[in-house]
């Protein structure tokens, strides 16, 4: 079975300020997830599934059936505040989802086999969709033997702000250890850092390796994703569950260090470019442009 590409769209895009998986790039109308599945395509990839939040599927569609779904099947899957694992009652109030761990949760019954993870809002790279393809080929559905792309913190940088980032412990054998959420990253003082707990901001390197969201999973996540809804919820403070979320790197992160599962990183020199907030726009578009011109994508990427 050919691996599934899982595209997490659900994101409100508060700090951009609208739907920034929707707004056009190029000049040609391209979005960000173009580029993507234009790379997928080119790696192998030949499904794609959409998560998507209420009432964004048909915006989305009009953009990707007539480009990138005229070359492989496009579904898409509405993630749900309510679509929660049986017993679990949420706190009152919630209106958008719950993280990236129920955005791969609520995508459960489309995903049959091996499966890669990313943003919607995200720039990855051609190699990195190599690299996870060539991975995830030889990976089966009820295996724990996972795999992330992982990056430059340097180059995961906006000059718009902070930006949130899974800081990873990788092993001399290329193995991943554990993985922290950071939810404030920039440069600041002349360095790079990241806001602790009570406020104050620590250096961190800026050759240190972050994951992005792209990971190479197989349906076994499930299981633990699952599982782990009911601690989630059991440890919310009542004045935090508005904004709090259950999120991938901290899910995978308990399973390493609970040896229940491992995780190959998939080393990428790629500068990555996004819209987390809307003064990031001109540099994206700016950056899509010049790959064009040095060949590296065609001036229409789907013409």
Known sequence: MKPTLVIMAAGMGSRYGGLKQIDPMTDEGEIIIDFSLYDALVAGFEEAVFIIRQGMESDLRGLIDGRAG???DARYVVQRPDDLPRGIVPPAGRE???GTCHAVWSAREAIK???AVINADDYYGGD????MYGF??????????YAMVGYVLDNTLTDSGSVARG????GADGYLTGVTERKKIMRRDGGICYEAPGGAWLPVRGDSVVSMNFWGLTPAIMEDIEAGFAPFFAQLPPEGAAGAEYLLP???DSLLRAGRASVKVLPSGERWYGVTYREDKPAVSA???KLKETGAYPRVLFG
């Not at 995830?136 to 033997?145: F, H, I, N, V």
């Not at 800081?167 to 990788?170: F, G, H, I, N, R």
């Open 70 to 72: 005229r070359y492989m």
């Open 113 to 115: 086999g091996p499966f």
């Open 167 to 170: 800081v990873c412990e990788v």
């Open 96 to 98: 958008k989802p719950w």
């Open 136 to 145: 995830l080929s030889g990976a089966y559905a009820g295996e724990r033997r």
């Open 128 to 131: 990195a969709f190599r690299l």
């Open 250 to 252: 901290t899910e995978i």
């Open 287 to 289: 950056a899509m442009r």
